[in-house]
């Protein structure tokens, strides 16, 4: 079993940056595919980015392509989202997930969820 913890989040200006962070426990995340996702008001839940056990392998949304960086430091058991040129349609909650070690982006494949970090961004 894993646990997965979101920081990071808050209230930031359009055009801003923000880094959330995904702090696993319970056992290492180093074998496993890790996503983020986020969710707002009234919308399903949806997928934002991926990255491989290894970090070769990184998938994005078209929506936050160019924008959005996904990354991992194994050694610290977590992974990181860094977010720039920020959007108000980037505002929603935002969820750490974990997958099996196959690289998957699909939301029915992650097994471990975080409880989501809000990110606000104004215009």
């Known amino acids: 079993q894993v646990q997965l913890v979101e920081s990071g989040g808050g209230l930031v200006q359009a055009g801003g940056s923000l880094t959330l962070s995904c702090a696993a426990s319970?056992?290492?995340?180093?074998?496993?595919?890790m996503g983020w996702f986020r969710q707002a008001p009234g919308k399903e839940r949806e997928f934002v980015a991926a990255m491989s056990w290894s970090g070769a392998s990184t998938y994005y949304a078209l929506s936050v392509k160019g924008r959005f960086t996904i990354s991992r430091d194994n050694t610290k058991n977590t992974v990181y989202l860094q977010m720039n040129s920020l959007k108000p349609e980037d505002t929603a909650a935002y969820y750490c997930?974990?997958?099996?070690?196959?690289?998957?982006?699909?939301?029915?494949?992650?097994?471990?969820w975080g409880q989501g970090t809000q990110v606000t961004v104004s215009s």
């Open positions: 997930a974990a997958a099996g070690i196959t690289f998957v982006v699909r939301r029915n494949d992650y097994a471990y």
């Open positions: 319970g056992r290492t995340i180093s074998r496993n595919t």
